[in-house]
């Protein structure tokens, strides 16, 4: 059984795409251990507790310093030994020592093709901002290993979606999440529940 925490901050549509791909079975042997979001009114935290699932909010806003929130965090996080920490519209700098207790054991969904339209600054709708005002054709969603780098580490799973000429940020986030997020982050535990995905030299093997 692999047991996974989600980390999240806002709507939590992927979290709920993961939550229904266990439910079907299309994740295979998997159980979410705890949902930790650092906004108390982030409505995936609502998604969890209806599914039964324990949902904690840890904010920066209760912490004197970053490296008290840091501290508190990664104690709440290590409390629940999970095998995989899934990043699902998670809007925080992880703390370093995170990173490296966890090496190879966090993923990330980013709302683009990487390397483009990511890094410091791109999450969320500012992705989608940014890629209408390039005026790219094509776009799409990364699911990919958590390194030191913001949107850096080894990539698992690419998906293609168009722009389409009359979209707004909003329209085209939605695209992206329907038909890339909430497909490829689901695969992509999947495999890791069924030891498939594996690192080496910074690069991602995947066994199908
Ligand atoms: C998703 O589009 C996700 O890819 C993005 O935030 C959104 C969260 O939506 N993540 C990032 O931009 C990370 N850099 P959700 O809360 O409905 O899953």
């Given at each position: 059984m692999l047991k996974i925490a989600v980390c999240v901050s806002g709507g939590g549509t992927n979290l709920q795409a993961i939550m229904d791909a266990i439910d079907s079975g299309?994740?295979?042997?998997?159980?979410?251990e705890a949902v930790i979001s650092n906004?108390?009114?982030?409505y995936a935290l609502e998604r969890a507790k209806s599914h039964g699932i324990p949902a904690v909010c840890i904010s920066?806003?209760?912490?004197?310093s970053r490296a008290e929130f840091n501290e508190a965090f990664l104690e709440k996080l290590d409390s629940?030994?999970?095998?995989l920490v899934v990043l699902?519209?998670?809007?925080v700098v992880l703390p370093e020592e995170m990173i490296r207790r966890y090496r190879n054991r966090i993923i990330n969904i980013h709302p683009?093709?990487?390397?483009?339209?990511?890094?410091?600054?791109?999450?969320g709708l500012k992705v989608h901002e940014a890629v209408l005002e390039r005026g790219v054709k094509v776009t799409g969603a990364t699911v990919h290993f958590v390194d030191?780098?913001?949107?850096t580490g080894p990539i698992i799973f690419q998906k293609a979606v168009d722009v389409q000429e009359d979209d707004t940020p909003e329209v085209l986030q939605r695209r992206v999440m329907e038909q890339a997020e909430w497909e490829l982050l689901p695969r992509a535990i999947d495999l890791i529940a069924k030891g498939k995905v594996s690192v080496a030299d910074g690069f991602v093997r995947i066994e199908e």
């Open positions: 299309k994740i295979a042997d998997t159980s979410i906004k108390r009114d982030a920066p806003k209760d912490y004197e629940y030994a999970v095998d699902a519209g998670f809007l683009s093709l990487i390397p483009s339209f990511c890094g410091k600054g791109f999450y030191e780098g913001t949107d």
